[in-house]
Protein backbone atom coordinates (compact mmCIF):
# COMPACT_ATOMS: atom_id res chain seq x y z
CA UNK A 1 0.00 0.00 0.00
CA UNK A 2 1.60 3.53 -1.06
CA UNK A 3 2.33 6.18 1.77
CA UNK A 4 -0.47 8.39 0.27
CA UNK A 5 -3.25 5.88 0.98
CA UNK A 6 -4.55 5.90 4.44
CA UNK A 7 -6.89 2.54 5.52
CA UNK A 8 -9.61 2.62 8.22
CA UNK A 9 -10.84 -0.46 9.12
CA UNK A 10 -14.01 -1.10 10.75
CA UNK A 11 -15.98 -4.00 12.05
CA UNK A 12 -19.07 -4.37 9.97
CA UNK A 13 -21.24 -2.76 7.31
CA UNK A 14 -22.79 0.02 9.51
CA UNK A 15 -19.60 0.74 11.38
CA UNK A 16 -18.07 1.17 7.60
CA UNK A 17 -21.18 3.15 6.29
CA UNK A 18 -20.82 5.61 9.62
CA UNK A 19 -16.90 6.14 8.99
CA UNK A 20 -17.53 6.99 5.59
CA UNK A 21 -20.31 9.30 6.18
CA UNK A 22 -18.58 11.06 8.82
CA UNK A 23 -15.01 11.83 6.85
CA UNK A 24 -17.72 13.20 3.91
CA UNK A 25 -19.60 15.04 6.00
CA UNK A 26 -16.04 16.53 7.65
CA UNK A 27 -14.34 17.35 4.32
CA UNK A 28 -17.92 18.81 3.04
CA UNK A 29 -18.34 21.42 6.05
CA UNK A 30 -14.66 22.08 4.96
CA UNK A 31 -15.91 23.12 1.45
CA UNK A 32 -19.29 23.80 1.65
CA UNK A 33 -19.28 25.13 -1.94
CA UNK A 34 -17.53 22.29 -3.53
CA UNK A 35 -18.35 19.82 -6.09
CA UNK A 36 -18.62 16.30 -4.61
CA UNK A 37 -18.42 12.89 -6.53
CA UNK A 38 -20.95 10.39 -5.44
CA UNK A 39 -21.04 6.23 -6.81
CA UNK A 40 -23.81 4.26 -6.36
CA UNK A 41 -24.39 -0.07 -5.85
CA UNK A 42 -25.11 -1.45 -3.14
CA UNK A 43 -21.87 -0.52 -1.23
CA UNK A 44 -22.73 3.22 -0.56
CA UNK A 45 -26.64 3.40 0.50
CA UNK A 46 -25.46 2.72 3.72
CA UNK A 47 -23.25 5.85 4.05
CA UNK A 48 -25.77 7.73 2.20
CA UNK A 49 -28.55 6.69 4.73
CA UNK A 50 -25.83 7.78 7.25
CA UNK A 51 -25.42 11.19 5.44
CA UNK A 52 -29.57 11.71 5.76
CA UNK A 53 -29.42 11.31 9.42
CA UNK A 54 -26.64 13.80 9.86
CA UNK A 55 -28.52 16.12 7.49
CA UNK A 56 -32.23 15.75 9.34
CA UNK A 57 -30.82 15.30 13.41
CA UNK A 58 -27.55 17.86 13.06
CA UNK A 59 -28.44 20.02 9.85
CA UNK A 60 -25.67 18.72 7.84
CA UNK A 61 -25.97 21.48 4.96
CA UNK A 62 -25.86 20.10 1.45
CA UNK A 63 -27.14 23.31 0.06
CA UNK A 64 -23.89 25.18 -1.11
CA UNK A 65 -22.70 22.03 -3.03
CA UNK A 66 -21.97 20.54 -6.72
CA UNK A 67 -22.89 16.65 -7.38
CA UNK A 68 -21.20 14.85 -9.68
CA UNK A 69 -22.08 11.07 -10.65
CA UNK A 70 -19.43 8.31 -11.37
CA UNK A 71 -21.42 6.52 -14.32
CA UNK A 72 -24.98 6.08 -15.84
CA UNK A 73 -26.52 3.43 -18.03
CA UNK A 74 -26.80 3.82 -21.83
CA UNK A 75 -29.57 3.69 -22.52
CA UNK A 76 -31.63 4.52 -19.96
CA UNK A 77 -34.46 6.95 -18.99
CA UNK A 78 -34.07 9.01 -15.76
CA UNK A 79 -37.53 7.53 -14.82
CA UNK A 80 -36.22 4.27 -14.84
CA UNK A 81 -36.21 2.50 -11.34
CA UNK A 82 -33.07 1.24 -12.50
CA UNK A 83 -31.06 4.28 -13.59
CA UNK A 84 -28.47 6.06 -11.49
CA UNK A 85 -30.22 9.30 -11.50
CA UNK A 86 -33.03 7.46 -9.75
CA UNK A 87 -30.91 5.98 -7.42
CA UNK A 88 -29.97 8.71 -6.38
CA UNK A 89 -32.83 10.96 -5.83
CA UNK A 90 -33.89 7.80 -3.86
CA UNK A 91 -31.44 7.29 -1.69
CA UNK A 92 -29.70 10.83 -0.90
CA UNK A 93 -31.02 13.53 -2.76
CA UNK A 94 -34.19 13.33 -2.69
CA UNK A 95 -33.70 13.33 1.01
CA UNK A 96 -31.45 16.54 1.90
CA UNK A 97 -31.15 20.05 1.12
CA UNK A 98 -28.78 19.65 -2.16
CA UNK A 99 -29.45 21.86 -4.77
CA UNK A 100 -31.29 20.28 -7.96
CA UNK A 101 -29.95 23.15 -9.92
CA UNK A 102 -26.33 22.14 -9.19
CA UNK A 103 -27.41 18.20 -9.46
CA UNK A 104 -25.25 16.19 -12.32
CA UNK A 105 -25.54 12.98 -13.76
CA UNK A 106 -24.94 12.08 -16.94
CA UNK A 107 -27.77 11.71 -19.59
CA UNK A 108 -28.35 8.00 -20.22
CA UNK A 109 -30.69 8.79 -23.08
CA UNK A 110 -28.49 11.52 -24.56
CA UNK A 111 -28.35 10.91 -28.58
CA UNK A 112 -24.60 12.25 -28.70
CA UNK A 113 -23.00 10.00 -26.06
CA UNK A 114 -19.68 11.87 -26.98
CA UNK A 115 -21.06 15.35 -26.61
CA UNK A 116 -22.50 14.51 -23.46
CA UNK A 117 -19.50 13.49 -21.88
CA UNK A 118 -17.39 16.43 -23.23
CA UNK A 119 -19.51 18.52 -21.66
CA UNK A 120 -20.11 16.65 -18.11
CA UNK A 121 -15.91 17.38 -18.45
CA UNK A 122 -16.28 21.24 -19.12
CA UNK A 123 -19.12 21.06 -15.81
CA UNK A 124 -16.71 19.65 -13.39
CA UNK A 125 -14.18 21.95 -15.12
CA UNK A 126 -16.33 25.35 -14.41
CA UNK A 127 -17.12 24.00 -10.76
CA UNK A 128 -13.42 24.18 -9.93
CA UNK A 129 -12.98 20.40 -9.88
CA UNK A 130 -13.87 17.47 -7.53
CA UNK A 131 -13.05 17.99 -4.05
CA UNK A 132 -13.63 14.44 -3.19
CA UNK A 133 -15.01 11.26 -5.04
CA UNK A 134 -16.69 8.73 -3.61
CA UNK A 135 -16.04 4.90 -5.17
CA UNK A 136 -16.93 1.25 -4.86
CA UNK A 137 -14.85 -1.21 -6.45
CA UNK A 138 -16.38 -3.90 -8.50
CA UNK A 139 -15.53 -8.03 -8.12
CA UNK A 140 -12.76 -7.64 -11.24
CA UNK A 141 -11.63 -4.22 -9.55
CA UNK A 142 -13.84 -1.62 -11.90
CA UNK A 143 -14.66 1.82 -10.89
CA UNK A 144 -17.18 3.56 -12.14
CA UNK A 145 -17.35 0.82 -15.15
CA UNK A 146 -13.82 1.49 -16.43
CA UNK A 147 -13.43 -2.68 -16.78
CA UNK A 148 -10.08 -4.48 -17.08
CA UNK A 149 -8.77 -3.64 -20.30
CA UNK A 150 -5.13 -2.97 -22.05
CA UNK A 151 -4.87 0.47 -20.65
CA UNK A 152 -6.23 3.24 -18.16
CA UNK A 153 -9.17 4.67 -20.01
CA UNK A 154 -8.90 8.72 -20.26
CA UNK A 155 -12.01 11.16 -19.61
CA UNK A 156 -15.74 10.62 -19.42
CA UNK A 157 -17.04 8.71 -22.27
CA UNK A 158 -19.38 5.67 -23.51
CA UNK A 159 -18.15 1.78 -22.59
CA UNK A 160 -19.34 -1.50 -23.15
CA UNK A 161 -20.24 -3.57 -20.40
CA UNK A 162 -18.79 -6.66 -19.92
CA UNK A 163 -20.74 -9.93 -19.07
CA UNK A 164 -19.45 -10.36 -15.37
CA UNK A 165 -20.55 -6.83 -14.71
CA UNK A 166 -23.78 -7.49 -16.82
CA UNK A 167 -24.49 -10.50 -15.04
CA UNK A 168 -23.61 -8.49 -11.65
CA UNK A 169 -25.89 -5.86 -12.19
CA UNK A 170 -28.79 -8.44 -13.73
CA UNK A 171 -30.13 -8.74 -9.98
CA UNK A 172 -31.59 -5.21 -10.04
CA UNK A 173 -33.86 -5.87 -13.32
CA UNK A 174 -36.12 -8.09 -14.02
CA UNK A 175 -33.85 -10.72 -16.13
CA UNK A 176 -30.88 -10.53 -17.55
CA UNK A 177 -31.95 -9.51 -21.06
CA UNK A 178 -33.04 -6.27 -19.63
CA UNK A 179 -29.95 -4.84 -18.22
CA UNK A 180 -28.35 -2.18 -21.04
CA UNK A 181 -25.32 -3.34 -22.53
CA UNK A 182 -23.63 0.02 -22.08
CA UNK A 183 -23.04 2.71 -19.74
CA UNK A 184 -21.46 6.44 -19.78
CA UNK A 185 -18.31 6.73 -16.66
CA UNK A 186 -16.25 8.94 -15.39
CA UNK A 187 -12.43 7.61 -17.52
CA UNK A 188 -9.58 6.78 -14.79
CA UNK A 189 -7.93 10.55 -15.50
CA UNK A 190 -11.33 12.27 -14.40
CA UNK A 191 -11.54 10.44 -11.58
CA UNK A 192 -7.95 10.41 -10.38
CA UNK A 193 -8.49 14.33 -11.08
CA UNK A 194 -10.10 14.50 -7.76
CA UNK A 195 -8.79 16.27 -4.80
CA UNK A 196 -8.88 13.38 -2.87
CA UNK A 197 -10.66 9.91 -3.22
CA UNK A 198 -12.86 7.70 -0.61
CA UNK A 199 -12.94 4.05 -1.79
CA UNK A 200 -15.56 2.12 0.13
CA UNK A 201 -15.51 -1.74 0.26
CA UNK A 202 -17.41 -4.05 2.18
CA UNK A 203 -17.63 -8.23 2.45
CA UNK A 204 -15.62 -11.09 1.81
CA UNK A 205 -16.21 -11.44 -1.89
CA UNK A 206 -14.06 -8.00 -2.35
CA UNK A 207 -11.21 -9.12 -0.27
CA UNK A 208 -8.94 -10.66 -2.98
CA UNK A 209 -9.80 -7.14 -5.57
CA UNK A 210 -9.07 -4.82 -2.92
CA UNK A 211 -5.97 -6.87 -1.86
CA UNK A 212 -4.90 -6.88 -5.75
CA UNK A 213 -6.04 -3.17 -5.72
CA UNK A 214 -3.76 -1.76 -3.04
CA UNK A 215 -1.34 -4.15 -3.07
CA UNK A 216 -0.88 -5.41 -6.67
CA UNK A 217 1.05 -4.19 -10.01
CA UNK A 218 -0.64 -0.99 -10.92
CA UNK A 219 -2.09 -2.22 -14.28
CA UNK A 220 -5.14 -1.64 -16.18
CA UNK A 221 -6.31 -5.43 -15.15
CA UNK A 222 -6.85 -4.08 -12.28
CA UNK A 223 -8.68 -0.92 -12.73
CA UNK A 224 -8.56 -0.10 -9.02
CA UNK A 225 -5.06 -0.22 -9.32
CA UNK A 226 -4.56 3.40 -10.75
CA UNK A 227 -5.65 4.55 -7.04
CA UNK A 228 -1.83 3.69 -5.68
CA UNK A 229 -0.56 6.86 -7.60
CA UNK A 230 -2.85 9.16 -6.42
CA UNK A 231 -2.00 11.69 -3.48
CA UNK A 232 -5.20 11.53 -1.49
CA UNK A 233 -6.76 7.94 -1.29
CA UNK A 234 -8.98 7.04 2.13
CA UNK A 235 -9.89 3.70 1.64
CA UNK A 236 -12.65 2.39 4.20
CA UNK A 237 -13.42 -1.08 4.67
CA UNK A 238 -14.69 -3.50 7.26
CA UNK A 239 -13.02 -6.62 8.36
CA UNK A 240 -14.23 -8.96 5.86
CA UNK A 241 -13.32 -6.71 2.32
CA UNK A 242 -9.49 -6.43 4.87
CA UNK A 243 -8.85 -9.87 5.90
CA UNK A 244 -6.64 -10.33 3.23
CA UNK A 245 -4.72 -7.03 3.77
Not at 10 to 32: G, I, L, T
Not at 160 to 189: C, K, Q, Y
Amino acid sequence: MYQNTRLEIEKDYEAMSQKAAWFFANVMRKYPDGAFGFATGSTPIGLYKELVRLHNEENLDFSGITTFNLDEYHPISRDSDQSYYYFMQDNLFGHVNVDQERVFILNGEAQDAAEECDEYEEKIQHAGGIVLQILGIGHNGHIGFNEPSDSFGADTRLLPLTEITINANARHFENVSEVPRHALTMGIRTIMMAKHIMLVVNGGAKAAILRDALNGPITPLVPASALQLHHSVIVIADQEAASLL
